[in-house]
Every structure is written in C-alpha cells, then in structure tokens.
C-alpha cells in the first residue's frame, strides 16, 4: 500500500471576490515545497459563504474548475 500525502489549506478569504481568493490559494499552493497527492481546500474558497450563493455560482466548466485543473497539471509536473 503507496502512502496518501495531503495538504490542508485553511485561510482568511476575501470575501465574494472569486478572482482575489484564487490568486490568494494559488499562491499558497505553490509554497508547498513537497510532493503532495491531494491538496484539501476550504468549501467555499472562492467566495466565502455569501449570502446569495446563487449570484455566486458557476458551471461545472466554469472559471474555477479550469482554475483547479490548471493548477492540479502544474503541480504535477
């Protein structure tokens, strides 16, 4: 059995400003310094928990997906 290495990422969020929260993760993920299999984010990263979640979200193939798999292909490699 392969052991499973996680991060944890846990920190202030801006609050319904989905492009200032993935710059601000963006820039947490990349000081992980070690080879991580899966990095757990907060539930609401993006925007905190709005009062209006409607106004906040997106399709499945929208901004924030495409920000995850972007960054998944990066810290990969």
């Known amino acids: 059995m392969q ?3 996680l991060a944890f990422i846990q920190a202030d969020l801006h609050w319904e400003n989905p492009s200032a929260n993935r710059a ?3 820039k947490l993920i990349n ?3 070690k080879q991580t299999d899966l ?3 907060p539930e ?3 925007t905190g928990f709005p009062v209006d979640p409607k106004l906040w ?3 499945i193939a929208g901004e924030t997906m495409q920000w995850m798999q972007q960054t998944a292909k990066i810290k990969t490699l």
């Open 24 to 26: 601000h993760f963006e």
């Open 44 to 46: 609401t990263f993006t």
């Open 39 to 41: 990095i757990v984010l």
């Open 3 to 5: 052991d499973l290495t």
């Open 57 to 59: 979200a997106e399709p």
């Open 31 to 33: 000081q992980i310094d």
